[in-house]
């Protein structure tokens, strides 16, 4: 009686652990199949915004591409961002100063249109403003000429 109370215990440890252990691999099953789904699901979404050339042309659209300067990039971007156009930025240090391409694309070409037209309407208008260090020298001289005591010259002060 006791030894047969003995091998039931025996055999119900062991079929619970194997049970525990069948539960942790299943666990673990289910854990990859949804990771692998999610990793599936994130790399079917499309990128937006800067990338590489490689992803961009990789997206199977058309492609177009304008030389741009460097202290146009940020503006350029901004711009991007915010009419969802996908663009990538490669430097030419071939020459000197480099120059910068940038190749885009957009789902939309109204989208892509509307954005080009804000980007260079906004290069337009830095240009028409005129500068504040240009408008503070005119005020000075006008200063200058209307109250030529009151001007303080950096070398009379230094003289003193």
Same mark, same amino acid.
């Given at each position: ?21 069948? @539960?942790?691999?299943? !666990?673990?099953?289910?854990?990859? $199949? ?5 990793? +599936?699901?994130?790399?079917? &979404?499309l990128q937006v915004g800067k990338q590489s050339i490689k992803e961009l042309i990789g997206q199977n659209q058309g492609v177009s591409s304008i030389p741009i300067?460097? @202290?146009?990039?940020? !503006?350029?971007?901004?711009?991007? $961002? ?5 663009? +990538?930025?490669?430097?030419? &240090? ?67």
């Open positions: 009686m006791q030894e047969e109370v003995e091998n039931r215990t025996v055999n119900l440890a062991i079929s619970t652990t194997k049970l525990t252990f069948r @539960t942790i691999v299943n !666990g673990y099953n289910t854990w990859k $199949r949804h990771h692998q789904a999610k990793v +599936a699901q994130k790399t079917a &979404q300067e460097k @202290t146009d990039l940020k !503006g350029f971007e901004q711009v991007a $961002r915010k009419y969802g156009v996908d663009y +990538a930025i490669t430097k030419d &240090q071939n020459v000197m100063p480099p120059k910068y391409t940038v190749f885009f694309k957009a789902k939309d070409a109204d989208a892509l249109t509307s954005a080009f037209e804000k980007f260079t309407n906004r290069k337009l208008k830095a240009k028409e403003k005129p500068s504040v260090l240009e408008q503070l020298n005119k005020l000075k001289e006008l200063v200058a000429a209307i109250l030529p005591d009151k001007v303080r010259h950096k070398s009379q002060e230094r003289d003193l």
